[in-house]
């Protein structure tokens, strides 16, 4: 786990005022920031970790409906076991698809705390 205290760059990754490259200010934000990517990015996009991703972003063209919902939400649970599971413990993950627009709520906890957070995330397609 990354110590609380650990300096961590920004995303998106961006230089900051004095010129450096800009950082977060706490773990959780770190944490809240990596949830974002895994949720962004496909499969396949990154270089060099090509399985990283939930590659939820795609599955917005697909019909609208509950099986399009219950594949974006294995995709997210695979990916956050695999990818964040040392640092997240998710609580409960709800996701929905319907007119074009997925909407993914999830509650968690940055590991070792016992601090409950949320990322609701919403896309649509179109």
Do not use: C
Not at 12 to 31: K, M
Request: aromatic residues 6%.
């Amino acid at each position: 786990m990354i110590p609380p205290d650990g300096r961590h760059l920004s995303f998106p990754f961006r230089i900051g005022a004095d010129g450096r490259t800009a950082q977060v200010d706490s773990l959780e934000q770190h944490v809240r920031d990596e949830l974002i990517q895994l949720v962004l990015t496909n499969p396949g996009e990154r270089l060099y970790l090509p399985e990283f991703g939930a590659g939820v972003r795609r599955l917005v063209f697909e019909n609208a409906g509950e099986i399009t919902a219950a594949a974006a939400k294995a995709s997210l649970s695979a990916a956050l076991s695999r990818w964040l599971g040392q640092r997240v413990t998710p609580e409960e993950l709800i996701v929905e698809s319907s007119n074009a627009t997925i909407t993914i709520d999830l509650r968690y906890r940055v590991a070792g705390t016992p601090d409950q957070r949320r990322l609701r995330f919403e896309r649509q397609g179109g």
